[in-house]
């Protein structure tokens, strides 16, 4: 057998390919909708709590950035652990996929939080001082003038860091969660080929590779600075 | 209203003790009384004491650091005074018990670089406070809006954004946000500092027709002509103080203090 | 509550696991050590790929980079530990580790580098060359360092990726800093030993993310 086939038999084998893309799409399935509700979840609380930033109330703050910087500091994958084994031990008993959203989520809400908080921060004071001074109050000001502006600013790194945790949804295969990997290196155990593997790398591209070039596209049209 | 020419003599060099005497019995629109300002250990403002009347346009002439955009900012409460009493319409506007935002749909403020909103259009900019602050429900705030750009001759720009407007139309517009509100006084701070020459002149019409209309008016600017043929008054600050004050002519022809002198022949506009 | 500290916060686990905790301390860091230069080094030539004049080399360069910003981390790494073998290349869990982590990092170095070379005006580039330099010494001497400072931020954030991303070598079997921990931990069904790690982790990288934080503020967005 030439080189060439032996690669294909290994890595691109039609028989055990088609056996297993059911599982692998169930694990497509798995890994879009926990995406989808980490980036809502995420992006929301970022949102929310850059807002609560916004009105200076000291402990507040002080609470809200020690959150940030311990959940952009650990490596998720320790959190992902922590939880799912310490939890039950206490009571708290959740499956997996809860396990992940809840980290994840949280991870990108302390990501979300400090970018559109240096988005805010950015705003020029004179947006800030033409709302108030047409009797705007503070949230009206915050909500309708500033908040805007500073997420416009900031699309281009919000959304790299959304890929980049979405991505880690992959992570779950760790803890059991039934996503891609999980069901690719089941098929690959089973049926002794790698193949579930090389379709699992090309589902997750196929799913990734569009957003990422999005985000390449953003970051050349949003290079400019907030006007 | 006459602009009356009054011997010097006649004429006090005011430092910053008495306030002008009411029109009529009327209170004056704004009323500010003894107004200090730190900045750290910078003395920004030192006793200032302005009193502006109905359909009155006061200018505020100084050199940069003599204060007299801290003492604008002072009126709407953009900077807080450390002390001092400030009036509107009769009613104190310093003070914790102050409804702020209220007040300050009592006064309008145009800037030295526009601030409008670059993700709304000229009409939302407008309608904004509109339908927020005042709760104006959606037609009568987009009416306000359309007679308000009307008045400033935007009108066919309702829908543009700041980025397609040149710094006049930028402008303008923003005077229109201002006026929408029908404030009892607009403030202006240096409004055509940050513009071409050649547009200056589009906002200094505006200013002029509200004048006419009788539009309460305290104008900081180094527009000295536009000061010269439609001010009521001129004020000249230096150092924190108000230290001459009276009408145009009177100013700019015979000033009395030696800053006020020193600070006009430099900025000698053509007479 | 006491259930709470006796789960996650159990000093006496802590120390018994501190041993283990520390030599998988070592090995996160020398796994830094050799992944962080090589991804560098990577990515410089994945930008300077991305940046070139040919769009034969441009375009490839610029696939190659997406290709594997879209690829999780983990999967690559998988990958390359439990597929190669079947291609007859059986690699160390270090090896694996190494390679998947050098394709990753270089593509996101490539990038972070990518916009710092293009945030170097091309007045740079003239003015270089107008005084005679070679293209490789204006390149060297005169627009990298430029690049370089503009995007330091954005590298040494990227760096503490990097450092977190050692974490997913445990997933291999290589003994890092939280494989140790999770032994630790599924030996003693106590997870006091993974807050440990977490605490060294925190120890490592809190200083450096508040750092970035001050430091990116002062130079604007």
């Not at chain 1, 800030?128 to 699309?155: C, D, K, N, Y």
């Not at chain 2, 020419?5 to 003894?34: F, M």
């Not at chain 3, 990726?161 to 003693?188: F, I, N, W, Y």
Request: with cysteine; net charge positive.
């Amino acid at each position: 057998m030439s080189n060439l086939d032996r690669f294909i038999e290994t890595f691109l084998n039609g028989a055990v390919l088609a056996k297993y893309t059911p599982a692998i799409l169930s694990g497509v399935w798995v890994t879009v909708e926990l995406s989808v509700l980490i980036v809502i979840a995420g992006t929301v609380l970022g949102v929310a709590l850059a807002c609560i930033r916004a009105y200076r109330i000291r402990p507040v703050s002080f609470v809200i950035v020690i959150y940030a910087d311990i959940f952009r500091a650990l490596p998720p994958l320790v959190l992902i652990l922590l939880a799912y084994f310490g939890l039950p031990n206490i009571g708290l008993s959740l499956s997996s996929s809860a396990v992940l959203f809840v980290i994840l989520g949280l991870t990108l809400g302390a990501f979300a939080e400090e970018i559109v908080w240096a988005g805010i921060t950015a705003t020029d004071k004179g947006q800030w001082e033409a709302a108030r001074s047409t009797g705007l109050g503070f949230g009206q000001s915050l909500i309708h003038v500033v908040l805007p502006q500073a997420v416009r600013m900031v699309i281009p790194p919000l959304t790299n860091r959304a890929i980049a945790i979405t991505k880690m949804t992959a992570l779950g295969t760790v803890i059991g969660v039934p996503d891609i990997l999980n069901q690719a290196t089941t098929a690959q155990s089973f049926s002794g080929n790698a193949s579930p593997l090389t379709l699992a790398a090309i589902a997750y591209v196929a799913l990734f590779l569009p957003f990422v070039i999005l985000s390449r596209w953003l970051e050349s049209r949003f290079s400019w600075k907030k006007g | 209203m006459s602009k009356t020419i009054t011997s010097p003599a006649v004429r006090r060099l005011c430092e910053a003790e008495s306030p002008a005497a009411s029109k009529a019995g009327r209170p004056p629109i704004l009323e500010v009384t003894g107004l200090r300002k730190s900045f750290g250990r910078l003395e920004v403002l030192k006793n200032v004491s302005l009193s502006v009347e109905k359909s009155e346009m006061v200018f505020v002439l100084g050199r940069s650091g003599s204060g007299k955009s801290t003492m604008l900012r002072c009126c709407n409460r953009l900077e807080e005074p450390d002390s001092g009493a400030i009036l509107l319409e009769g009613q104190a506007i310093t003070g914790r018990e102050v409804n702020l935002d209220k007040v300050r749909r009592r006064i309008g403020m145009v800037f030295q670089s526009f601030n409008l909103y670059p993700h709304l259009d000229a009409r939302r900019n407008i309608t904004l406070a509109l339908r927020k602050a005042l709760k104006q429900p959606r037609d009568e705030a987009d009416a306000r809006a359309a007679a308000a750009l009307a008045r400033v001759g935007l009108t066919e720009k309702a829908g543009s954004y700041p980025a397609q407007l040149s710094g006049g139309q930028q402008q303008r517009v923003a005077i229109a946000r201002a006026i929408a509100l029908e404030p009892a006084v607009m403030l202006f701070d240096e409004p055509t500092s940050a513009l071409d020459p050649e547009l200056v002149g589009d906002v200094l019409g505006v200013m002029r027709e509200l004048k006419e209309d009788g539009m309460t008016m305290l104008v900081v600017s180094h527009e000295m002509g536009f000061a010269r043929e439609a001010a009521d008054r001129v004020v000249f600050m230096a150092d924190g103080r108000i230290v001459e004050q009276g009408p145009p002519e009177a100013i700019f022809t015979d000033p009395q203090h030696e800053s006020t002198r020193a600070f006009l022949s430099r900025y000698s506009s053509a007479p | 509550m006491d259930q709470l500290v006796q789960q996650f916060f159990n000093i006496d686990i802590m120390m018994r696991a501190w041993p283990a905790i520390m030599r998988g301390l070592g090995m996160t860091l020398l796994i830094c050590a050799v992944v962080i230069p090589l991804g560098l080094a990577g990515g410089l030539i994945a930008a300077l790929a991305s940046t070139a004049g040919s769009r034969w080399l441009r375009w490839p360069a610029m696939a190659l980079v997406d290709l594997f910003r879209a690829i999780p981390p983990l999967v690559l790494l998988i990958f390359v530990y439990a597929g190669l073998p079947f291609a007859g290349l059986r690699l160390s869990p270090f090896a694996a580790v190494a390679i998947a982590f050098l394709l990753n990092n270089s593509a996101y170095y490539g990038e972070v580098f990518r916009a710092g070379l293009i945030s170097v005006g091309k007045g740079q580039w003239e003015a270089a060359r107008s005084t005679g330099l070679t293209q490789r010494r204006t390149l060297i001497h005169v627009i990298l360092p430029q690049a370089i400072r503009n995007v330091l931020p954005d590298l040494i954030s990227n760096t503490v990726e990097v450092v977190k991303l050692t974490s997913l070598a445990s997933v291999v079997s290589l003994g890092e800093l939280l494989h140790a921990a999770d032994l630790a931990r599924s030996v003693t069904y106590n997870a006091s030993p993974l807050t440990l790690a977490a605490g060294v982790y925190l120890v490592l990288l809190w200083p450096v993310v508040r750092f970035l934080g001050r430091y990116q503020r002062r130079i604007a967005v």
